[in-house]
């Protein structure tokens, strides 16, 4: 550890991490939400349900599949991350599968079951944003329960009473177990997962882990291996 590192330091910058990231989340789930909402109210034409002479001037006259990508610009584009390098809001083509983007290729109407594949890739995108803010909000509430712990411990490093060091000592530990064991068994949950690379160039492996035992380094060593 080094002598100018406090070791609450991780937890501030993983903190920071997260509220940024949150932010944007919030702004793509909310552009998704306006998205759904245009794309909804845009008309739509059966290929069957009319002569080939009226469709051909309701093509000329109603927005058709063009307006889906008028939408997207003007709800998920505008977002105000959207030109950062490591922006996560995706092109019109790549939010939709691929039969979809060749059907709006050649469309000429905007039809229901057109409007309905679309409005799916939305929600879906739109529901991903909504489980990666609760992920990052469950990982907020750790990084405080983590702070909270460290800061017990840092308030009484210098103190003589080696019971009460012994105890929170042991805290300490427990929290540490129990991140460990979140770490471990992350793939194999259905708890929604942090973004890939949320701590990706982080100077830490883990940043809860690394306050935690930034604190116990403090502690007499005969305090540590007590039990």
Do not use: K
Request: proline fraction near 7%; charge should be negative; glycine fraction near 2%.
């Amino acid at each position: 550890m080094s002598g100018t590192t406090h070791p609450l330091e991780p937890l501030d910058d993983a903190r920071h991490r997260l509220r940024v990231r949150r932010r944007h989340l919030v702004d793509e789930r909310d552009a998704f939400d306006q998205f759904c909402r245009r794309v909804e109210t845009l008309p739509t034409v059966e290929a069957t349900d009319a002569p080939g002479s009226v469709l051909s001037m309701t093509a000329r006259t109603e927005p058709g599949p063009p307006a889906l990508r008028a939408a997207y610009d003007g709800t998920v584009m505008t977002v105000p991350h959207a030109e950062e390098d490591d922006a996560s809001v995706p092109a019109f083509d790549d939010l939709l599968p691929r039969p979809t983007r060749a059907e709006i290729r050649w469309a000429a109407r905007l039809t229901p079951a057109l409007q309905s594949a679309v409005l799916d890739a939305a929600t879906t995108a739109h529901e991903h944003r909504v489980d990666r803010i609760e992920a990052i909000d469950a990982e907020l509430a750790t990084l405080d329960r983590t702070e909270a712990v460290a800061r017990d411990l840092l308030a009484v490093e210098s103190s003589t009473d080696e019971a009460r060091l012994a105890s929170l000592d042991r805290r300490c530990r427990r929290h540490a177990a129990r991140r460990r064991a979140t770490l471990a068994n992350r793939a194999e949950t259905d708890a929604p997962a942090l973004p890939a690379d949320l701590y990706t160039d982080i100077e830490v492996e883990d940043p809860v882990l690394s306050a935690l035992e930034a604190v116990r380094d403090r502690l007499p060593r005969d305090t540590e291996e007590a039990d």
